[in-house]
């Protein structure tokens, strides 16, 4: 069959790197094929490429057999590609009718047709079971309506014919994101084809027909997605084997570390538990459980209502982030770009910037300040190696690296890691996990909040089960499994 | 640092310092009186004004904030200090003290509004502006006749080795800034506060503390200004520095300092500043209707800005 899309020897050069390198890749009506690589493989360039955002430098792309020159992202739209991006593209002081239809709203005697453009907002809403209303303003909508808010906006286009979504299900739970397959391989019936980039190797197996692996801007293989297992991928994606998913689980138990009695905030209530230093202690739950709203409690970022908060003896009632710091609690916020970086300033910057008592002696030591993060550099293993580039330019899982590092410089007693790998490759996560397993065995305080449970058997000790604001379960040793977890998320749910 | 990314980071105050030198090169061919060193350090002391205001408005721009009321903070301190000391004869050196120390708290007060008091910076430093110079007007009773004494003037048309006194002060101005900016805390707080406010408050960043002390910096800067001021025209005109934050603000732009904050740096406003400076005396040398000076510093504005976005888009 005559592909879709066909690319052939496409090359695209940066300054210092060939981010493209004499790339072919073929489309076939109505496939689901996912793209695969590290952050900073080629992937996000290709598709960059393919809706018009860059420039090629040389090669052909062709669709339905003529080549196509897209100027710019209009031009990509106009021939039927829409693209689902991980930062949306949505107007939040807009309705979700107004978002869906921005740009071609019905109208009729040369007005906005208003009743027509909310029903047909409320058929999509209602084919694709999301609960929202088509008047509701996204601003009162939580992050993973709004996801699917953007899915429907690009769903809505009538001659859409390729559909590209980066990570459409970073930010949804489970059970949303079985509701996106399904709708997915509706999709495919109606001879939609769909470019699928995801980090979560399972997900690949369960929704894509094939798999095309991207290496340092080339491409490495395409492959049926049933003929491979998840090892495959993995080998390919890093060029090597790697050996388990997760290092080894922490042998040390200490004294306990941070001790929460009955903190109570926005979003959770009454919450009592005890973090041993050493151990790896998780906190997982469903997304809107108030795992967030409990570590960003903790560490100050927002209001507490009552309780207190204990590190060893010491009362450390959670005022603001730099009594936190003041402490050495560090967090590694949920969203890296948002909260975790400053993306204007270098690395060294970033990674000095909770320690700036360190390098004032009193003026900065710019030397000392160079040495340090040159240090984290190497041990956290971040590409490119120069602490002076900006970290706008690093990929996600380089990005969590600085931020890591921001707070191994100011050498931290209690960890809190909130959501530690969404988004990023699999080579940087393992390497994150063997950080967070080293830190507790240096005899740190590490609290992991994630909702991927597979993680948190992974690298737990311990973990806390939440729901609706409050901790319903307390699992470790043998009952720390995806069962029981599951088990306790859906327990009492009638 | 390799040559490529300093190219790369700074085009636009590059970009200006290259027009700098062309403009420099243009005038010194159309007029032999341009290139002497009279007419140098006259243009050193005509952008000195706006370049130490400019120093105060590029840390506040940096920090992701704007100070409207800078020209009405300007006014405040030359009105002041000519009330207490031609008034009420207060020693002068006592009176401008006095009126520096109450410009540096309107300052802080922007600081104190925006930070506590949630109002934006365009807005609360709009009101400072309205509310300054009625002060102004309010002590001077719109009295423009009160003249400084013989010796005040010093600080406009002394030297200190051999270099203009407002020259001299300028670039200790300069350095201690841009030294500020680089090598404190504090410089550096301000650069993550204007790039992202919310990383730097979870890392620990005294936000109110920095915030406060951006604007009470500017005041201070705006205090200087007026001194300057005050001791060139010799009296206390009450308009005195009206539309002086549109030149402050066009210099820091100009010198490649982000309007949102966590980019910029002093030399680009010292560049900023001097192109200004050189334009508009280039344009009186060569005897082109003053009026044009405000068109062509406008044009340049827009026209910097423009080169360096164009460029940076075209990836």
Known sequence: MEPLLKVRQVCKQFPGVLALDHVDFDLAPGEVHALLGENGAGKSTLVKIITGAYRLDSG????????????????????????????FSLVNTLSVAENI?????????????WKAMNEAAAELLQRFAVNAHPEDILTSLGVA??????????????????????????????TEARTLFGFIRKLREQGVSVIYISHRLDEIKQICDRVTVFRNGQKISTEPAHDLSVADIVTKMLGAELAEHYPPK????????????????????????????GEVLGITGLVGAGKSELVETIFGARRHTGGTVMMGDV???????????ANRIGLLPESRKEQGLVLGLSCAQNITLASLDKISRPFLALGEEMRLASEKFETL???????????????GGNQQKVVLAKWLTRDCRVLLFDEPTRGIDVGAKFQIYAMIVQLAEAGNTVIVSSSEIEEICGICNRTLVMRNGRIVADLAGDELTKEDILAAISRGEK | MSIN????????????????????????????????????????????????IGLGMTVVIISAGIDLSVGSLLALTISVSAVLSVVHGMNIVLATSIAVVLTVLAGVLNGVIIQFGKVPAFIATLGMMGVGRGVVLLISRGNPSMSFPKSFLWIADGTILGIPFPIFLSLIMVALTAGMLKYTRFGRAVYAIGGNEEAARLSGINIPAVRVATYGICGFCCALA???????????????????????????????TALNGGKGNVLGTVVGALLMAVISNGLNIIDVDPYWQSIVIGLIIVFAVMMSNLRSAAT
């Not at chain 1, 239809?101 to 047709?113: A, E, N, Q, T, V």
């Not at chain 2, 007419?39 to 000195?48: C, D, L, V, Y």
């Open chain 2, 5 to 52: 990314r300093v190219v790369r980071e700074n085009r636009q105050p590059i970009i200006a310092a290259v027009s700098l030198v062309g403009v420099v090169v243009l005038l010194t061919f159309l007029s032999e009186y341009f290139l002497t060193t009279n007419n140098m350090f006259n243009i050193g002391k005509q952008a000195s004004i706006n370049l130490i």
């Open chain 1, 145 to 174: 309506t709004r996801q699917m808010v953007e899915i429907l906006k690009v769903l809505n286009r009538k001659n859409l014919k390729i559909l590209i979504m980066d990570e459409p299900t970073s930010s949804l739970t489970d």
């Open chain 1, 60 to 87: 052909t792309i062709s669709i339905d057999g003529k080549e196509v020159r897209f100027h710019g992202p209009v031009d990509s739209r106009e021939a039927g590609i829409g693209v689902i991006y991980q930062e």
């Open chain 1, 250 to 277: 922490s042998k040390a138990t200490g004294a306990p570390g941070l001790q929460v009695e009955h903190l109570s905030g926005p979003g959770f209530e009454d919450v009592s538990f005890v973090a041993r230093q």
């Open chain 1, 315 to 325: 009362k450390v009632d959670p005022k603001s982030p730099r009594s936190a710091v």
């Open chain 1, 381 to 395: 293993e971040v590409r490119p190696g120069d602490p002076q580039n900006a970290a706008v330019n690093l990929s």
């Open chain 1, 101 to 113: 239809f921005l740009g071609d709203y019905p109208m009729r005697r040369g007005r906005i047709d």
């Open chain 2, 226 to 256: 007026g001194i300057i001021f005050a001791a060139r025209v010799g009296a206390a005109p009450p308009s005195a520095g009206v539309g002086y934050e549109l030149n402050a603000i066009a210099a820091v732009i100009i010198g490649g």
